[in-house]
């Protein structure tokens, strides 16, 4: 496999456990948030988005919280599951959606 | 989502070569943009891919380092010119927005391992 993530903070959770990841961003212009989930050998996918004119945005088991008076963004998995194992980014996009920024990543282990 | 491909894969090439990454989006798209992620890194956008027009490169990146050619809304090259054993790196097109979403897609990235 490859290396990506490789020497990324780590958050270990049980089977069926709620995982929180969380994302401090730089800019406080920024008005778009995104998460990407990124599996070995694959490109980064889609997870959820929000924008800066909400706080809070579900998914399927899946929510964002936006704090933008702090500049912190979470991700919320609910009944983690194995398939949730991989390296989790959040962006932020100053202009929107163009021009993301990425943090530094998480990588998600879920163990049975 | 559009659905979008790469090409190649993955490569091993020698330093001082370059080699040509293409990029293919199953349907039109208003922008496409180029990463770059480096062994066990975050993602840093290289460049955005204006179609008809010359690219819009980030700090830090060149048009002769990295030349990109966008020729219509679903097709783009990125080329990485006399590599050096650093430009080792997974590279990523990435397209927004389509006819719903306003948000980034990512292909599955080109590996590259420069020798």
């Known amino acids: 496999g490859e290396n990506v993530g490789l020497h990324l903070p780590t958050l270990s959770v049980q089977e069926g456990d709620n995982s929180i990841i969380n994302c401090a961003y730089s800019?406080?212009?920024?008005?778009?948030f995104i998460w990407y989930k990124q599996e070995s050998g694959k490109g980064p996918q889609f997870i959820i988005d929000?924008?800066?004119?909400?706080d809070k945005r579900q998914g399927q088991r899946v929510t964002v919280l936006l704090n933008k008076t702090v500049k912190h963004l979470s991700l919320q998995i609910a009944a983690t599951q194995p398939g949730d194992s991989a390296v989790y980014f959040c962006?932020?996009?100053?202009?929107?959606?163009?021009?993301?920024?990425f943090g530094a990543g998480t990588r998600l282990a879920v163990h049975p | 989502s559009a659905v979008i491909s790469q090409k190649p894969s993955r490569d091993i090439c020698q330093r001082g070569t370059s080699l040509t990454i293409q990029c293919q989006v199953d349907?039109?798209?208003?922008?496409m943009f180029w990463y770059r992620q480096q062994p066990g890194q975050s993602l840093t956008l290289i460049a955005t891919?204006?179609?008809?027009?010359?690219?819009?490169?980030e700090s830090g990146f060149v048009i002769d380092k990295f030349p990109i050619s966008r020729p219509n809304l679903t097709f783009s090259t990125l080329t990485v010119s006399n590599m050096s054993p650093e430009d080792s790196s997974i590279y990523l097109c990435?397209?927004?927005?389509?006819?719903?979403?306003?948000?980034?897609?990512f292909g599955p990235g080109t590996r590259l391992l420069v020798l």
């Open positions: 891919a204006n179609q008809g027009s010359e690219a819009t490169y």
């Open positions: 349907s039109q798209v208003t922008m």
């Open positions: 929000i924008r800066s004119n909400m």
């Open positions: 962006a932020e996009g100053p202009g929107g959606y163009n021009k993301l920024i």
């Open positions: 990435s397209v927004g927005p389509g006819l719903a979403e306003e948000t980034q897609y």
């Open positions: 800019n406080s212009a920024s008005d778009y």
